[in-house]
């Protein structure tokens, strides 16, 4: 499966963004997808994933401000980021339950 991110780029704070993620593959809809971030001098963290049927989890700091959701019949995944905060810089990946990854797109929030 190949993961392709885009939508990343520089917002100024309390701006929003909205990232996407292309899937390959015919059986996309059984995986669960995710997205995660990785901050520079930091480890890899989830940011949110989603399961086939549309359940989603959220990391406490994102709750509130940032929506998954995927559409199984294009193969997308989608993070919604409104009111993004600086320490949200980061380069967010794509990930499915597989191990497969994404190389990632850079979220710069600054003013």
């Known amino acids: 499966v190949q993961l392709v991110e885009s939508g990343g780029g520089l917002v100024q704070p309390e701006g929003s963004l909205r990232l996407s993620c292309a899937a390959s593959?015919?059986?996309?809809?059984?995986?669960?997808m995710g997205w995660y971030r990785q901050a520079p001098g930091k480890q890899r963290e989830l940011v949110a994933d989603?399961?086939?049927?549309?359940?989603?989890n959220y990391a406490d700091s994102v709750k509130g401000r940032f929506t998954i959701s995927r559409d199984n019949a294009k193969n997308m995944v989608y993070l919604q980021m409104n009111s993004l905060k600086p320490e949200d810089t980061a380069v967010y990946y794509c990930?499915?339950?597989?191990?497969?990854w994404g190389k990632g797109t850079l979220v710069t929030v600054s003013s």
């Open positions: 990930k499915d339950s597989l191990g497969d």
């Open positions: 593959g015919s059986i996309f809809s059984i995986y669960v």
């Open positions: 989603i399961t086939s049927g549309g359940s989603t």
